[in-house]
């Protein structure tokens, strides 16, 4: 079993910064993949940004050069560095784990942008 508990969402400006952390814990294998997801309201939940245990890291294309993912493997935690927000970015980012077959996603951590 995995358990992922994310902090660092909030209400912040158009244009401002908000940094996610996720801090995975119990069963971690050294092979994984780490990332992020967001669900808006009403919309299905789209892969923001994920990253392997040997540091390779996918995007969503519309997102890539705003958003930056990175790891610290040793203490079990996936970073979302988010930057230029805007209001599309409101929505619900959950941490994700995945170990071959298995998934485990965290409760998630609001994000508003205000206009």
């Known amino acids: 079993q995995v358990h992922l508990v994310e902090s660092g969402g909030g209400l912040v400006q158009a244009g401002g910064s908000l940094r996610l952390s996720c801090l995975a814990s119990g069963s971690i294998f050294s092979i994984n993949v780490l990332g992020w997801y967001r669900q808006a309201p009403g919309k299905q939940r789209d892969m923001v940004a994920t990253?392997?245990?040997?540091?390779?890291?996918k995007y969503a294309a519309s997102l890539k050069g705003r958003f930056t993912i990175s790891s610290e493997n040793a203490k079990n935690t996936v970073y979302l560095q988010m930057n230029s927000l805007k209001s599309d970015d409101t929505a619900v980012y959950y941490c994700?784990?995945?170990?071959?077959?298995?998934?485990?996603w965290g409760q998630g951590t609001q994000v508003t942008v205000s206009s």
């Open positions: 994700y784990y995945a170990h071959y077959g298995d998934e485990y």
């Open positions: 990253i392997s245990n040997t540091g390779a890291t």
